[in-house]
């Protein structure tokens, strides 16, 4: 069947290519060119895909636009003055979150330099990463209580890395400059349109950075475990909308699609894997040997499942994010195969987080790792919100996850608040 999702995107399934042909040929040919004329030409959708995506910019980009548009923040706003729970403990929880602190200062650096583990060398690292999200909270704060000390605040954060940072180097550069540029991203358009004083140019000069400095390092994506790849698509995606880019955020956007389906796994895959586009791999062994799994009975499994589940739930917000980001610019991947995935996704790791028991099948050998449990795992509320708040999709063991995390307040790499931004958030 041939399903129109928006105009900004379409959404291919084609389950039969030969029978298919002569009775879909005309009407492919037809929207092709309707594509064509609104949107130029059209993106390429990863090879072997069951689902076939293709990335269009929206044709005007929506601002506040990245995670969270003016109507979510609204509805935010509103329930903190009416001390609604769960956002008004969250809120709290954030205002005494030491990154929001009126005392803390920015440190910028000219080279970040993060070497695996950030560590030898880490330069920078843990200042960027939180500096950026220390933005994000005071924005946030900004917007909610409407006072300008935590706008000054936020803005000093991005001017003083604007005005400092040149590169990104050592061997987690890629993924140091994801995590830092999607709080940037989120910070960034919260400031700038909401009339919290930040001159045009102080925005051209966090525009050069995240244009030079940022962009190049991330937009052509990562061979290393997925949760690099995607979280430098969602700061590509973001940094896109901050930049009014359309072009990058085509490219952001078709690497998602090539790295999404090779992340979760679902049955409908078949019996093994779906292999990113750009990763070589030409065998199932190969890609059983990157996934440290050999069988996949059940959906939800993702490729870093028996790394621990610290990383897989940092990929899986990545996947959250760029469906919420996508949603406000006006494509609801949420709908698609995209979602589906986050969807088992999130169910089968959060039964895990409350205690059931691992099947043999599962990373055999390894076992799982929880690291430090739930708390690594505070990455449910964008998710559940969109699948079972706006979708009415049952999802027991999500939802009894994410209430047991509130308020969430996620972590220090680009994870945060999202207890206050997306519970039962449904304002679009």
């Given amino acids: 069947m041939l399903k129109l999702t928006s105009l900004s995107y379409y959404h291919f399934t084609q389950t039969n290519p030969a029978k298919m042909h002569l009775k879909l040929g005309f009407l ?9 004329i609104v949107y130029g030409s059209p993106v390429e959708s990863p090879s072997g895909t069951s689902h076939h995506l293709h990335a269009r910019a929206p044709a005007t980009f929506q601002h506040p636009g990245v995670l969270v548009n003016k109507a979510q923040l609204d509805f935010v706003k509103s329930k903190v003055a009416s001390r609604a ?15 929001a602190s009126s005392t803390r200062s920015p440190t910028p650096f000219q080279t970040v330099a993060c070497g695996s583990g950030s560590e030898n060398p880490s330069t920078g690292c843990h200042e960027e990463r939180e500096d950026a999200l220390a933005a994000y909270a005071n924005a946030l704060a900004w917007y909610i209580s409407g006072s300008q000390s935590y706008a000054t605040k936020a803005i000093s954060y991005m001017n003083a890395w604007a005005r400092t940072l040149k590169d990104h180097t050592a ?8 995590w830092s540029g999607a709080s940037w991203a989120r910070a960034a358009e919260i400031i700038r349109y909401s009339n919290a004083g930040w001159s045009s140019s102080d925005i051209a000069a966090f525009e050069n950075m995240l244009r ?8 052509g994506g990562s061979n290393a475990n997925g949760n690099w790849e995607l979280v430098m698509m969602e700061a590509a995606q973001g940094i896109s909308v901050f930049l009014n880019d359309p072009s990058s955020y085509d490219k952001a956007m078709n690497k998602f699609f090539g790295r999404a389906p090779a992340y979760v796994y679902l049955t409908s895959d078949g019996s093994c894997p779906k292999a990113a586009p750009s990763s070589g791999f030409t065998s199932c062994s190969q890609v059983q040997g990157y996934w440290q799994q050999n069988t996949f009975p059940e ?7 028996c790394r621990d589940f610290e990383h897989t739930g940092m990929g899986i917000a990545s996947m959250s994010h760029i469906a919420e980001t996508s949603k406000i610019q006006g494509s609801d991947l949420w709908t698609t195969d995209v979602g589906t995935r986050i969807r088992y996704a999130l169910g089968f790791h959060s039964q895990f987080e409350l205690g059931a028991p691992a099947p043999s099948w599962l990373c055999p050998g390894r076992g ?12 449910t509320e964008v998710g559940y919100n969109a699948l079972n708040g706006r979708l009415g999709i049952s999802m027991t063991n999500t939802g009894t996850l994410t209430q047991q995390n509130r308020p969430a307040r996620g972590n220090t790499l680009f994870v945060g608040w999202e207890t ?6 449904s304002a679009f």
């Fill in 171 to 178: 061997s987690n550069a890629p993924l140091q400059t994801g």
């Fill in 368 to 379: 799982i790792d929880l690291k430090d449990g739930k708390a690594d795992f505070e990455i």
């Fill in 420 to 425: 206050l931004t997306h519970a039962s958030n």
């Fill in 299 to 305: 959906n939800g499994i993702a490729q870093e499942t």
């Fill in 85 to 99: 729970q769960p956002w008004y403990d969250a809120y709290t929880a954030m205002l005494a979150d030491r990154l």
């Fill in 28 to 36: 492919s040919f037809a929207l092709s060119s309707l594509l064509l």
């Fill in 212 to 219: 030079n400095v940022y962009l190049p390092k991330i937009i």
